[in-house]
């Protein structure tokens, strides 16, 4: 909400400022300083006898923003109503350069986005590749969370993310709609296995699959192997290669077994997706750089 910064005056001291923000009119804000006793703005004007003026005000895109630049370009390290004063001594090019900090403030800058987030982002950007459906944002739950989309025909709409993701199309067109087969197939997900064998303790292999939870217990894809934990992973092959990261070793040959500590599997395993969410962020991030970039 944009609204004002300003400076008041006191006759009783010329070194004596009053910063402030607000959404009203300055003047309003003025009358209210002036005539509310219970603030030490108020209790001046009562102990003096004389009112404070209003010397300048800017409009400002963000109001609490603006008096953050303004203080921060000020020798004083902390907003002064941070520790209860409304008022304070200063010298007047202390407050120019507040004030020309303020006028220059804009809108308060974005705070970074979490790495799960770049990385539910892709998840949907994945099952949208030639769909003829854009994502308009970005998808900040891959379950309950509603994102924003729009069709090559123009037709904007916003619904839960899981929904697109499975198939669902434009709800006026039906361009992009398909079948939750069709989906997995082209975004190659799979699951990551951490197995081991019950007549080989202290060794575990890897299993890589693209096949549904349910497909792979059916063909038994491990022989006398036993997935002692799995994980859901949009990039299999990413996935595989953090998780022998996370261990320290290399990736085996042909995904054989190795002689390894199970505790220290165990907690790669428990590693790998933060640590997953956060190297698909850094892609993403450089992606959005590049388009920066190719827009000047």
Request: charged share 25%.
């Amino acid at each position: 909400m944009s609204g004002y910064i300003y400076v008041l005056v006191h006759p009783s001291d010329p070194e004596l400022y009053k910063i402030g923000v607000t959404t009203l009119k300055p003047e309003q804000r003025l009358a209210q300083h002036n005539n509310n006793y219970s603030e030490l703005t108020g209790r001046i004007v009562k102990e003096t006898g004389h009112k404070w003026e209003l010397k300048e005000y800017h409009a400002v895109l963000d109001p609490y923003w603006a008096e953050t630049c303004f203080w921060g370009a000020t020798p004083f390290a902390d907003m002064p109503y941070q520790h209860g004063i409304e008022a304070k001594r200063m010298k007047w090019n202390w407050v120019q350069a507040g004030l020309d900090a303020a006028k220059k403030s804009n809108l308060r800058p974005a705070e970074p986005l979490p790495d799960w987030v770049y990385a539910y982002t892709r998840w949907m950007n994945k099952r949208l590749e030639g769909r003829d459906i854009t994502l308009v944002g970005h998808v900040k739950s891959m379950v309950s969370g509603k994102a924003t989309f729009q069709c090559s025909n123009g037709h904007e709409w916003r619904t839960r993310s899981a929904y697109v993701a499975e198939g669902e199309g434009c709800p006026q067109c039906g361009i992009g709609e398909r079948k939750p087969e069709e989906i997995w197939q082209a975004a190659k997900v799979g699951y990551l296995c951490l197995l081991i064998h019950p007549e080989k303790p202290g060794v575990i292999k890897i299993g890589l699959t693209y096949n549904k939870l349910e497909q792979w217990y059916e063909k038994n894809e491990w022989e006398d192997w036993v997935v002692h934990r799995y994980h859901f992973v949009e990039e299999p092959v990413l996935a595989e290669k953090i998780f022998w990261e996370l261990l320290g070793q290399p990736l085996p040959n042909d995904r054989e077994p190795i002689k390894i500590d199970l505790s220290a599997a165990e907690q790669a395993f428990r590693d790998l997706i933060p640590q997953m969410h956060h190297e698909i962020a850094l892609a993403e991030k450089k992606k959005e750089d590049f388009k920066k970039i190719d827009s000047k």
